[in-house]
């Protein structure tokens, strides 16, 4: 059972693996390149980069754990996949339906719009399958659930729940005024992926909460330094980003000292 264990944590690992090498070719773009400009910010690679070191590490570290995907460095890697994956796929969903506001309207790129659209629906997919795989792969290790939940994971729930509601109305705005199409691009790319995070780690202990925590922090200090997707939000949006992630900071601090125990109680 064992032996069986460890092979469905390689298999899972090399479908996380595929997963964001997959979102990588996909985001350098057409053959030729792009001839308007990408829309996309710089750090959608350190996703991208992030997503395919912990499906690497996952992968390969089975075979030294005790037990298939339980040891520190897969649980942490599976963490990283599942925050920067969610975030991925809604960059991507995100770009299906802004290349041609962005670009195609102004003439720049437009040859190349439906491609880079197409392109887009492979980005989104191909990390939507990643996030899902290592959501069921911490579902299955026994890290998650009612034996993880401490003092902490009231207010981290909380955060997580006014990250989801509140966040994407100031972000938003839009020329003085919000609407719909910035509401839910900030809700996909921004509040879901780190609500879905937080929330996953209220329900942790020891190194997975942290992990957890710790990869919203990255997530929403990338966003915060930004640039953000080309022509889709405000300068406005700075200032609710650095907010987010002073909260999620201070939320990991308090976490940290108050946090329960050191270690991940994993089910034998």
Known sequence: MDVAA??????AGLVILGGFAAAAVALTGPPHGYSGGSIYPWWTWVLVLAGVGAGGVVLLAPAAGPAAGRGAAPRAATCVALVVGAELAGTGAVARKH???ALGMGGFGA???PEMERLAVVI???AGVATLVAGLLLLT??????RGWTSTSWPTLGLATGIVVLLPLPLAVELGRPTLTTWGAAGLIYGGPWALGLAVSAWSAGETRMAL???VLGCTALAAIGPQMADLFTGWTRGPL????GAVLALSVHVARR???????VPS
């Open 111 to 113: 040859g190349q719009i």
């Open 6 to 11: 460890r092979w469905l944590a390689r298999l």
């Open 259 to 265: 946090g329960g125990p050191r270690a991940d109680a």
């Open 124 to 126: 989104a997919l191909a």
């Open 141 to 146: 290790s026994g890290v998650l659930g009612r």
């Open 242 to 245: 650095l907010v987010t992630a």
């Open 99 to 101: 290349w041609n506001a």
């Open 213 to 215: 925590l710790g990869t």
